[in-house]
């Protein structure tokens, strides 16, 4: 159980072009969903918390107008990088809190993001 | 500002030793504590979790917390080297969000 995917695995896309990438949670219903990029050799770094049917809070720092989340049912948000340069090349994870559950977060496998 | 403090490494083990990872934290509301284990290019992996003082074991491994000394810790009894990894220690702050240590790097030799 728990199991969380993100799709796509990597994309590479052009300077100035916007990129979704999806986070579902397949076998339980997320109530939170969170959003993480990972540089190499560094730890995560939170981006942003999403509830189901509410507005993401973003960390400081992290431009919501760049970052668009959305977490429109209780399987499914989406993180889309518009106008994406290459200082946005990084890894981004997504995770997930079930409904009930304790604090765990499960962590999808990842998106590995370049930006040429 | 919240604080996870945990020794980069690499930490490096003979297989079937026990490995010992230490993580600090700085705020006193914290309130659980995990750690995961993410191997070089995935995302990371649940391992552990530890809400009260003292310790928890599964398998081979011990989570310990203290509280009063902000240290949590991870123990793997006879390590291998599918165990090589980042070890990366979580703290749950109030509206439960978490942050995550830098991580310490553990080699495993055969």
């Known amino acids: 159980g728990a199991v969380v995917s993100q799709h796509p695995s990597w994309v590479i896309c052009k300077s100035g072009t916007s990129v979704k990438i999806e986070c579902r949670s397949l076998?339980?219903?997320?109530?939170?969903m969170f959003w993480y990029r990972q540089f190499p050799k560094q730890s995560l770094m939170l981006m942003a918390t999403s509830n189901e049917g509410s507005k993401a809070t973003y960390e400081q720092g992290v431009e919501k107008d760049k970052f668009l989340i959305n977490h429109a049912s209780l399987t499914l948000s989406t993180l889309t990088v518009t106008s994406a340069h290459p200082e946005d090349s990084s890894f981004y994870i997504c995770?997930?809190?079930?409904?009930?559950?304790?604090?765990?977060?499960?962590f999808g496998p990842g998106t590995r993001l370049t930006v040429l | 500002q919240k604080e996870v403090e945990q020794n980069s490494g690499p930490l490096s083990v003979p297989e079937g030793a026990i490995a010992s990872l230490n993580c600090t934290y700085s705020?006193?509301?914290?309130?659980?504590f995990f750690w995961y284990r993410q191997y070089s290019g995935k995302s990371p992996e649940l391992i552990m979790s530890?809400?009260?003082?003292g310790d928890k074991e599964d398998g081979r491994f011990t989570a310990q917390l203290n509280k009063a000394s902000q240290y949590v810790s991870l123990l793997i009894r006879d390590s291998q080297p599918s165990d090589s990894a980042t070890y990366l220690c979580?703290?749950?702050?109030?509206?439960?969000?978490?942050?995550f240590g830098s991580g310490t790097k553990l080699n495993v030799k055969p």
């Open positions: 530890i809400y009260s003082n």
């Open positions: 705020d006193r509301g914290s309130q659980s």
């Open positions: 979580a703290v749950t702050f109030p509206f439960n969000k978490f942050y």
């Open positions: 076998d339980f219903q997320a109530t939170t």
């Open positions: 995770s997930a809190r079930a409904r009930g559950s304790g604090y765990e977060q499960f």
